[in-house]
């Protein structure tokens, strides 16, 4: 079986936004990357969980962006996984870098393709059902669980206010999300093998972007906080009751 | 030409988020000097026509056994069609649930931009072009969608349901509907309780309750307020609470119009996922934690003292002492 694990690269956390050329970039100097946390966390560590239990599984990492995206794509690789691909082009919108990775696995005949629920900087959430759909396979969103017997994928997902298991043939789309399995840390041995694993470069595909960024901006900032003193809780909900309206 | 709405259902009943999606959409297609017309695939207990009140002139309600549960693929195949047959130019989901693997899908079927997230109507006065979050809330994006025909899926609370007088046309459609590759084996609904990101309360705690055998002044206050659960990652992590309740950056994302957070420092990961409540409340005994800097108001206390204090005054205000 081979499994391929879609990786974005997000800023860190922790980094301050702002935006350059007037408002129409994500101001980058000085920002730390990281694999975004649903693809590290969750889908790769899941999909190694998956080949301990059965080595004959194949994992290959994805990912679609420019040289700078090396590193992350090394540290995914010290987790685990096979091998890489990098789609060496600039992932403009959702749509572009969907119709990269359909051609990929197309061409690669994956059985299951994991992504994250959605990337931490622009939230979009989107890549896994395009994929699907451009693909022709299922796909399962807001995975929380994870498993595979034979050519069957038993997956848990979130649905309001509860669960819900299914059962799907392979070949599958998985969005994955917390639940699925717990965050590890690379360690020495992941690190040194990580450096001799293949990383393959391929070109990217036509593919016209649907959407483009116009501008960003940021939220208007709060009035301050107003503070009450621990023996004013009746005070706190009056406030809330007839001042905010919210209870 | 029309906005067509999904119109999303649970148990029978019609979501509270589609109810927004539908008062989007109208409001939408009375810019663009459209009507507004809604799909509903499956069985419901609600009389359809009533959703009229929310501004859709129409609404098609399919029937099929093979739509009797929630399958993306084939969903998404009966929504083109429908797109198709009647000439929708927008598509509008919630994007809870099922509108995130259903809005990408429609998108690549349609070839038609996306949008997911989106906080606002569409700016319509140079091109089309809508406000959605990024960052985790952190900021804004206006995107442009170039394409003829248009996806966007709504955030959840980010629109006022509104609600007059109208009746909706209840009508069919012939489509064709494929068998689903996925077949559900078991659900597990914590029914009767409020859902975490529908929910206009929520009541959230922290490290700062020491244990999960402290929750009982959690979850009271949480009734006395008609909330629903949430909490921050180490809890969540260190199994005092469900995953499900986890919130932030990478947990669950949401926007109640009140937010109660008690023990929690407000670590810029918590606050990423949390920052569009409307009105946020924090009960934190450090003066210095850096949630009261995103705070309404606040309390300087120990929430073992406070969160008893604060159900007995609810229940005062709410009438039920
Ligand atoms: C990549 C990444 C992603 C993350 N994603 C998330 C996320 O999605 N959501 C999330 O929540 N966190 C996330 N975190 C973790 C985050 O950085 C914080 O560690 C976490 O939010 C802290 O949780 P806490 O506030 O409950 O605990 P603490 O930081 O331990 O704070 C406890 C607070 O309780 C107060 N307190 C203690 N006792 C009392 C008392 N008796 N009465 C009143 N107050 C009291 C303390 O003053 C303190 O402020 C993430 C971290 C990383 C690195
Ligand atoms: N540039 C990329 N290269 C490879 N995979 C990606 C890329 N961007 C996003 N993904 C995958 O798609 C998921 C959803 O991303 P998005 O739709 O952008 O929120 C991510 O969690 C990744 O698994």
């Known amino acids: 079986m081979k499994i391929l694990v879609c990786i974005s690269k997000t800023p860190d956390t922790t980094a301050k936004i702002a935006f350059t050329d007037n408002n129409t970039k994500f101001a980058e100097a000085g920002v730390q990357w990281i694999i975004n946390p649903y693809d590290e966390w969750y889908a790769l560590v899941r999909a190694i969980e998956l080949k301990e239990a059965n080595p004959a599984i194949t994992i290959h990492l994805l990912h679609v962006g420019g040289t700078d995206s090396e590193p992350i794509i090394r540290k995914a690789l010290a987790l685990g996984g096979d091998e890489a691909i ?29 992504t994250g629920k959605e990337t931490i900087d622009y939230n979009n959430g989107a890549i896994g ?59 020495m041995r992941g690190i040194m093998a990580a450096r001799t694993k293949p990383l393959k470069v391929t070109e990217p595909v036509a593919a016209e972007p649907l959407t483009l960024v116009a501008e960003f901006g940021m939220p208007p900032a709060k009035a301050g906080v107003k503070l009450l003193s621990a023996d004013n809780v009746e005070e706190l909900v009056r406030l809330l009751h007839e001042e905010a309206r919210v209870i | 030409m029309s906005v067509l709405i999904f119109i999303d259902h649970t148990s029978g009943m019609i979501k509270k988020a589609s109810r927004e999606a539908i008062s989007y959409g109208a409001q939408l297609a009375a810019q663009l000097g459209t009507t507004a017309e809604g799909v509903l695939l499956g069985n419901v207990a609600e009389d359809l026509s009533a959703l009229g009140q929310h501004g859709v002139q129409k609404v098609y309600h399919l029937q099929h056994t093979n739509l009797d549960h929630f399958d993306a693929q084939v969903y998404t195949k009966v929504l083109a069609q429908v797109a198709d047959q009647t000439g929708a130019q927008v598509l509008v989901f919630s994007n809870n649930t099922s509108g995130k693997a259903l809005a990408p899908a429609l998108s690549v079927r349609l070839k038609a ?68 590759k996925t077949r559900v084996i078991s659900k597990d609904k914590s029914s009767g309780k409020v859902t975490l990101s529908e929910a206009e309360v929520v009541v959230s705690a ?30 969540a992590d260190a199994h005092w609470r469900p995953h499900s309740e986890h919130v932030g950056q990478t947990g669950v994302a949401i926007a109640p119009n ?42 300087v206390g120990d929430v073992f003292e406070i969160l008893p204090k604060f159900t007995e005054a609810v229940k005062k205000v709410k009438g039920v002492a």
């Open chain 1, 86 to 114: 990098r789609v060496n082009a600039d992932p403009t919108d959702s749509y572009f870098v969907a119709a990269q990775i359909a051609e990929v696995v197309r061409s690669g005949g994956y059985d299951l393709v994991l």
């Open chain 1, 129 to 187: 059902g395009m994929v699907a759909e451009l693909l022709d396979f299922p796909y399962v969103a807001l995975a929380t669980g994870l498993n595979v017997e034979g050519s069957t994928a038993t997956v848990k997902r979130e649905i309001e206010g509860g669960e819900e298991t299914v059962e799907v043939s392979l070949p599958v789309v998985v969005g994955c999300q917390k639940g699925m399995a717990e965050a590890r840390i690379p360690n």
């Open chain 2, 113 to 180: 931009g996306l949008v997911s997230g989106a906080v606002s109507l569409p700016d319509t006065s140079n091109g089309f072009v809508v406000k959605k979050n990024v960052f985790s809330g952190k900021a804004f994006a206006n995107v442009a969608v170039t394409t003829e025909r248009k996806v966007i899926a709504l955030n959840v609370n980010a629109f006022t349901i509104t609600t007059g007088t109208g009746t909706a046309e209840v009508a069919s459609l012939n489509v064709d509907v494929p068998a689903p």
């Open chain 2, 206 to 235: 922290g490290r700062g309750l020491k244990g999960p055998e402290n929750w009982g002044i959690v979850e009271e206050l949480a009734t006395a307020l008609d909330a629903a659960l949430a909490c921050s990652r180490p809890v």
């Open chain 2, 258 to 299: 009140l937010y109660v957070a008690a023990g929690i420092s407000g670590a810029i990961q918590h606050l990423a996922g949390v920052n569009r409540s409307k009105v946020i409340v924090v009960i934190n005994k450090d003066p210095e934690a850096p949630f009261f800097k995103a705070a309404d108001y606040g309390i």
